[in-house]
């Protein structure tokens, strides 16, 4: 029973550690494709929001293999003391002149 108890343990630390470590990439992913950290801010139905958190576990795979947009939690960049507001997926980046003219 002790094998079995040292495997059953070294492969749960083993899971832990690649799903803290699939969890990091997701966040990885999310600010370099979506430009989100905790500090962007995001557009929705025409209000400004400051990112709060992300929910990396929202995110689903596209048929090109690519991840959708995830679910955000904000407050609203006018009023930094409001409770937090589900976002949701349908939010937007705002348009930055950095953005816009490193496209041209």
């Known amino acids: 029973m002790?094998?079995?108890?040292?495997?059953?343990?070294?492969?749960?630390?083993?899971?832990?550690?690649?799903?803290?470590?699939?969890?990091q990439?997701?966040?990885d992913y999310c600010r370099f494709i979506f430009?989100?950290?905790?500090?962007?801010?995001?557009d929705l139905s025409g209000r400004r929001y400051q990112?709060?958190?992300v929910d990396?576990?929202?995110?689903?795979?596209?048929?090109?293999?690519?991840f959708g947009k995830p679910e955000v939690t904000g407050v609203p960049v006018d009023n930094p003391k409001a409770e937090p507001v589900q976002l949701g997926k349908d939010w937007t980046e705002p348009v930055s002149?950095?953005?816009?003219?490193?496209?041209?």
């Open 97 to 104: 002149a950095t953005r816009s003219s490193s496209a041209n």
């Open 51 to 53: 990112i709060v958190s």
């Open 35 to 42: 430009d989100l950290t905790h500090r962007s801010q995001v």
């Open 25 to 27: 990439l997701k966040l």
């Open 2 to 23: 002790q094998y079995a108890d040292s495997v059953h343990k070294v492969l749960l630390r083993k899971i832990n550690r690649a799903e803290q470590e699939l969890m």
């Open 56 to 66: 990396v576990g929202s995110m689903a795979r596209q048929d090109d293999g690519s």
